[in-house]
């Protein structure tokens, strides 16, 4: 059993950030400012890059029909909302919780600014003194989220999503009469890949257990599959639970607008019930700011383009992606990447340092979010691309280029065999 408290150190202790450290004295890559942007280009000094760090996946940062809707909601609400949202929420929320709950065909959805705020409340109020599973590549917040509940009384455990029987035993020793919350990430935020959430679902059920999903890179990007998808992602966007033809009956679907959306904004899809009890029992609706108004607003304008447009911009971007990924293939280079979702990890060779990297890619225009310790484990250091409907063929080109530079070099590890 891996009791959170005796196997997890670097979820409760605060990790050495000596590489981190060192990274950032060495690379312009790190803590950077940006000084100007221009499609998927930005500045930072005097240098232009393309951008493959973006979580900007349909590109509706850069839409003007979603950049207008914005500016308009700000001349008629003021840019931001005075209150909390238990004191009161402008028109456009409600509006976004109904049009969320249909496109995510969920029970009834609540939102909130971040999903570190989904995390850090909605986990430890679901969860109370029962016990908390939290799949060991899961995202960081949700070993926040779940050390936090620890504190309010909770057990903490670890499992891993390659080793179901472990979570097996665990749920099987664990009080049956207490809640119990299996967490992991949907599409996951270094290897893109998408869990087997059918089988995870059934050993919950199975087990009288919640399942807690954190789709930040889903949603938006996978969605319903059916006839019509153009591409292996399904379509409409709806996130991993229809994607893998899962209900929400004891499902938890966490998710971003931050990531694909472009706003600041976050959900959770529960029973109307549950939503109605967390209003009062996680805090960030009582007491924390809300969304800016262009945030609400880009949201609601983005269910419309998702609407209008959406299958043709995944559509490029799943072509943009397969085309990097075809790339490696052909120079036979590992990336954990199997579901072609635009979140491709590159692990370093052993013993690469990842400094000589950061350096040939910021002089080559190209930048990436640079995965040190303890951002990934020891083992995995290296780094993340990530592509958007936004970027274009050429710059795709120049990425590939520099990839080849870089196998050349030895810094990329040989595929798995
Ligand atoms: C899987 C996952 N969960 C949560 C977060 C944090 O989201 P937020 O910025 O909305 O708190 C991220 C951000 O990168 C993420 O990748």
Redesign the pocket.
């Known amino acids: 059993m891996t009791k959170a408290s005796a196997h997890m150190p670097d979820a409760h202790k605060v990790p050495s950030t000596d590489q981190l450290d060192r990274l950032r004295a060495q690379t312009p890559m790190y803590d950077a400012v940006i000084e100007e942007v221009d499609g998927r280009r930005i500045r930072i000094g005097d240098r232009w890059l393309i951008d493959f760090a973006s979580c900007n996946y349909l590109g509706f940062d850069l839409d003007p029909d979603i950049i207008a809707a914005g500016e308009a909601a700000v001349r008629r609400w003021g840019t931001h909302p005075g209150w909390s949202r238990l004191l009161g929420n402008p028109r456009l929320y409600p509006e976004i919780e109904q049009r969320l709950t249909d496109l995510l065909g969920a029970p009834d959805t609540l939102v909130l600014p971040?999903?570190?705020h989904i995390h850090m409340s909605v986990l430890p109020a679901l969860v109370g003194g029962g016990a908390v599973f939290v799949e060991a590549g899961a995202?960081k917040?949700i070993y926040d989220g779940g050390s936090y509940a620890r504190g309010l009384g909770a057990q903490l455990y670890r499992w891993r999503a390659d080793d179901p029987d472990e979570l097996v035993r665990l749920l099987r020793s664990a009080d049956a009469d207490h809640p119990r919350v299996v967490c992991l990430?949907g599409v996951n935020?270094m290897t893109g890949n998408i869990p087997d959430l059918p089988a995870l679902a059934a050993i919950c059920r199975e087990w009288g257990a919640l399942l807690y999903v954190?789709d930040?890179?889903g949603f938006g990007v996978i969605g319903e599959r059916g006839d019509g998808a153009a591409t292996p992602y399904g379509s409409r966007g709806n996130a991993v639970v229809r994607h893998c033809g899962q209900t929400y009956d004891d499902v938890v679907l966490v998710g971003?607008f931050?990531k694909a959306y472009s706003a600041l904004l976050?959900f959770v899809a529960v029973p109307t019930a549950v939503k109605e009890h967390l209003k009062l029992a996680a805090p960030p609706y009582l007491y924390s700011g809300p969304s800016p108004v262009h945030s609400l607003a880009a949201v609601l304008a983005g269910f419309d383009v998702n609407e209008a447009r959406g299958e043709q911009l995944r559509t490029v971007l799943h072509r943009l992606t397969a085309r990097v990924l075809a790339h490696l293939r052909s120079l036979d280079v590992h990336t954990p990447n199997r579901h072609q979702t635009p979140v491709i990890e590159l692990p370093l060779s052993p013993g690469y340092d990842l400094a000589d990297v950061a350096d040939l890619l910021w002089r080559r225009g190209v930048y990436v979010t640079l995965a040190a310790y303890p951002l990934v484990p020891r083992g995995q250091v290296g780094f993340r691309v990530q592509l958007t409907s936004a970027h274009t063929d050429e710059q795709v080109d120049h990425l590939n280029a520099v990839l080849t530079e870089l196998d050349g070099r030895g810094a990329l590890r040989r595929a798995l065999a």
């Open positions: 971040t999903i570190t995202h917040t990430d935020s954190d930040a890179h971003g931050s976050a």
